[in-house]
């Protein structure tokens, strides 16, 4: 048994392992140059061939040839009548070079170096998956649910590498079960015990980034800059993007015909409402933006303290609120301006926006209107009937009932 093919011996870390041949080989040659060091001191006079193709492994030893009285080192030096009996013409002072059978190394010692093996293996794979995923920091990746705690779910990718979602990492209507498919992005990366621990998060704002990159070529491409995102995770959320190709709508690219493009971020969010705005460097137009749908009617801006006094309708200053205080609160963090709203007294009160009459009439219907450009209540009420019975895909009996409560509003 002089021979032994270690590929097949060790057979069981290339199976279950993250490791190409080239560096099994490397692995187990320095495995060996460790043991050859440990029984002799020096690995300096030997030799590791390993054969790739052949999946083995020889050990030549390099020795002088001294006369036989004179050996200190058998290590190092062979006495000239072992020599000529591998070559008759040897000299003393020459270099004999001879094969080192792998059976000279003990019952222990291949013990340790299947355990050393094994250490090496598992250090390479722990520096590999690091390097890896280091290198994936921001990138959106996908991943099977392998189990789900409460305080986190470990997530499998295509290479069975563990990943870790923390429950502060996750949007408060995430539900996950074993064997779900789940997409996050890499959040950091950090060493634990010397073993690197893979974060995701689908809470981060550069997780809607990347979503937004697959979803909309302009942006994945450059055209559309997107400047800033804030995020209330699977409540709402603001963008803000620009272009500098003015043949490109940035919002309208963002959205895509009829939200086509909007609508499975939207569901990947959990239903989270996103805003995307127009950027602009004129502060007073950004802040009317970001605090879209309500509408303005003056601002009051204080450079030096970044404060925002927004004046608006009454039937407006809910909208600019929002529910739970999300969209006045995203909107601040989008500028870079605390903004405070205050109801405008001196404007007409006397009309009343659409939106305040949604619980009286249907959502869809209320978008019908302002399709044609109807927000308000008396704009509604200024078309008449027949013509809004024109410019709408609505039932005439719907407008009229339609008429009917706004009417009301104001009797």
């Not at 080192?73 to 270099?95: C, H, R, T």
């Not at 598992?122 to 290198?135: A, F, L, M, S, V």
């Amino acid at each position: 048994m002089e021979h032994i093919n270690l590929v097949e011996t060790f057979s069981e870390f290339k199976e279950f392992k993250n490791i190409d041949r080239e560096t099994m080989m490397r692995i187990l040659e320095d495995v060996f140059r460790h043991m050859l060091i440990k029984k002799f001191g020096t690995d300096e006079n030997f030799d590791i061939i390993v054969n790739i193709d052949k999946g083995d492994l020889e050990i030549w030893r390099r020795r002088i040839i001294v006369a036989d009285d004179a050996i200190e080192d058998d290590n190092l030096e062979i006495a000239y009548s072992a020599a000529v009996k591998i070559e008759p013409d040897f000299e003393i002072g020459e270099e004999v070079s001879e094969a080192f059978p792998l059976l000279n190394f003990g019952r222990r010692e291949i013990l340790a170096i299947r355990q050393n093996l094994q250490s090496k293996v598992q250090e390479y794979e722990k520096d590999n998956i690091y390097k890896k995923y280091k290198e994936k920091v921001g990138e959106v990746i996908a991943g099977e649910v392998y189990q789900a705690w409460k305080k986190e779910i470990l997530v499998l990718d295509d290479e069975g590498i563990e990943l870790v979602l923390p429950k502060s990492e996750q949007i408060p209507a995430d539900f996950y079960r074993k064997g779900d498919s789940i997409r996050a992005v890499v959040s950091k990366v950090e060493l634990r015990n010397n073993s690197p621990v893979i974060v995701l998060s689908r809470t981060s704002p550069v997780f809607l980034e990347r979503l937004l990159e697959s979803e909309v070529p302009e942006v994945y491409d450059g055209l559309i800059t997107i400047r800033n995102i804030v995020r209330v995770p699977g409540e709402r959320a603001k963008i803000a993007v620009e272009s500098y190709d003015d043949r490109i709508d940035p919002v309208g690219a963002c959205v895509g015909m009829k939200g086509s493009r909007i609508h499975g971020i939207v569901r990947e969010l959990r239903n989270e409402n996103i805003d995307i705005i127009n950027y602009t460097s004129n502060p007073s137009l950004y802040i009317q933006r970001s605090l879209s749908p309500a509408k303005i009617t003056s601002i009051t801006l204080d450079e030096d303290t970044k404060r925002a006094d927004v004046y608006m309708k009454p039937d407006q200053v809910s909208l600019a609120i929002g529910k739970g205080g999300y969209n006045i609160k995203l909107a601040g963090k989008l500028t870079g301006y605390e903004i405070d709203v205050y109801r405008d007294t001196d404007v007409d009160n006397e009309d009343v926006d659409l939106d305040e009459f949604s619980d009286e009439i249907d959502q869809w219907i209320i978008d019908e209107f302002k399709n044609i450009g109807c927000d308000t209540a008396k704009s509604v009420l200024t078309i008449g009937l027949d013509e809004l019975v024109k410019r709408t895909d609505l039932e005439e009996e719907t407008i009229r009932e339609v008429i009917r409560i706004l009417k009301s509003e104001f009797d």
